[in-house]
């Protein structure tokens, strides 16, 4: 008797809340103001459309909480529509179950570990209105087996593709004029690269322990290499400059530090100790 009379109460408190809304989360929201970012999700294809006009939100401290959290597991694709103008940093970092990622022109920037820890995520075509992809971006993604840089794309920000351990080769844009720091550190299936003419520095550690690297391409643009730049790389048998001998030795004195720590027969060593060859030539 007691049971039933527990039960009851239980079905009248769930009556209760119903009636004054409370109800599960929402798989469609729909933007408070015109024109602002609204999402809805599919359950029978897994999908997560992010739609409207402008920046997405940014997700960047630990208390936020993406509006889509509670379905995260059930996320394996995310399409952003035509209209959003930026992916806000952490959007979507850690979702270990999504495999696709649709990002369409107009697009300009990828935030901040927008998609870090996405373990899955297996390939993504960057458009070419993108500009910027910051830091962090697509770190430890350790499925990423493919990238397509879009021919707009001026930065590539600190560890945005560090840890990508399926990346095995990297198509950089003529548009390129900064690398960031560790940029593509431990991608170790990494083989070839070639850095385009805007370059100026390579940065820290930017390709440290890329362990499959064989090749690297330097242009005549190219002043300085910062510290383990090519660190770890035990593989690398040539190097493709596009100076000539005196320039690259000039590089090398000038990849020395204000303490006169000596980069490219230290922490470089592999990169110096590797064939050079004068495209110049």
């Known amino acids: 008797m007691k049971t039933l009379k527990i039960t009851a109460i239980v079905f009248l408190c769930v009556l209760a809340l119903t009636a004054c809304g ?95 820890g996405c373990t899955s995520l297996t390939g993504v075509s960057i458009p070419d209105s993108m500009i910027t992809i910051e830091q962090d971006a697509f770190r430890n993604c350790t499925s990423l087996a493919s990238v397509d840089l879009g021919k707009g794309v001026k930065e590539i920000g600190s560890r945005a593709f560090n840890g990508c351990k399926a990346l095995s080769n990297i198509d950089f844009p003529e548009s390129v004029v900064v690398i960031g720091y560790s940029a593509f550190a431990q991608c170790g299936s990494l083989k070839s690269v070639i850095i385009p003419d805007g370059v100026t520095f390579i940065c820290d550690e930017t390709f440290n322990s890329c362990i499959s690297l064989t090749s690297v391409t330097i242009p005549e643009s190219v002043t300085k290499i910062g510290e383990a730049a090519f660190s770890g790389c035990k593989q690398l048998t040539d190097v493709y400059y596009g100076g000539t001998p005196v320039g690259w030795d000039k590089l090398r004195a000038d990849s020395n530090d204000p303490l006169g720590r000596v980069y490219l027969t230290n922490s470089n060593d592999h990169l110096f100790k590797a064939n050079i060859h004068y495209t110049s030539e």
């Open 22 to 116: 409370v109800k599960e989360p929402s798989e469609k929201n729909e933007p408070e103001f015109p024109g602002k970012i609204s999402w809805e999700y599919d359950r029978k294809t897994e999908t997560l459309t992010i739609s409207g006009k402008g920046p997405m939100d940014n997700y960047t401290d630990r208390l936020d909480t993406r509006p889509w959290d509670y379905i995260k597991a059930g996320i394996t694709t995310v399409v952003i529509k035509k209209g959003v103008s930026s992916i806000g940093a952490g959007a979507f970092s850690n979702y270990t179950y999504l495999v696709n990622v649709t990002i369409p022109e107009g697009v300009l920037s990828i935030g901040k570990d927008a998609f870090s």
